[in-house]
Every structure is written in structure tokens, then in C-alpha cells.
């Protein structure tokens, strides 16, 4: 079945829906699921159907990669082709799947060498405010 992510056919389509809008909610956070369902219209509604369904639901919950690694891929894949709008939305669900600063700081170094200098540097710049939006982390106290 198109859009079971076990290949299996055992899913329904509404049930890739319901659990593409889990992993969605989960890793881009209720506040922005909230806020693309509230702006919704009947023009792309469909849109939105299709990228919960296929895109949060047959492919972020398959068990072939973990999250951090679909979020590693995710952001390369948007530096690569310029998609600078959705990067800092990816650059936060990155962070909740467990990416760290150093590791955002290694692919967008590696993106400048396979992707193209300009394009890692604006990725640089939306990195610097996304991640500057984050509290400060904690220092481990002296043992």
C-alpha cells in the first residue's frame, strides 16, 4: 500500500495520517503544527494532507534511520537546494532529535564544500539566529 511505511500493507491511510501527524507534532513541536493547521485554507489543504500523510507518515516513521539521522539528511537536502525558508523550522526539529550544535556546525562545513559556498553561508546566518533563539546550555559543574 502507497503510504504504509512497513511495506505490509497492515496500515490504513488514515492511520499514515494519524501517525504522520504524531511524529510531526513530536518533532517540529505542537506551537508550529498549530499554527499551519489554523492557517489551512481550502486551497492547500490537500498539500497539507499529502505532506502529513507521505512525508511525517510514510517516511519519518519508518525504522530504516532514527530521527537524528533523517534530520542530518533533512538539512543538507535543504541547504543543497537552496530551500532556506524551511531551514530554520529543520534546524529546530533538528535540535529536538538530539543534533548538537557542534554536529549543525560540521554539515553546514561539509555543505560548503558539496553544496556551494553561498549557500552554506546563508545557512550559517539562519543557524546563528535559530540557535541564538535557544536558552543558553548549562556548564557541568567542576567534579
Known sequence: MVGDPDGDGSRTLDEVHAAGMVVRREVLGDAHVDRATAATTDLDRDFQELITRYAWGSIWTRTGLDR???SLITLTA???RGHHEELA???RAARTNGVTVEEIKELL???AIYCGVPDANT?????REVLSEEPAEKEAPDA
Do not use: Y
Open 68 to 70: 537524528r539521522s533523517r
Open 78 to 80: 535543504l541547504v543543497a
Open 89 to 91: 523550522m529543520h534546524l
Open 109 to 111: 562545513l561539509q555543505t
Open 123 to 127: 545557512a550559517f546566518r539562519i543557524a
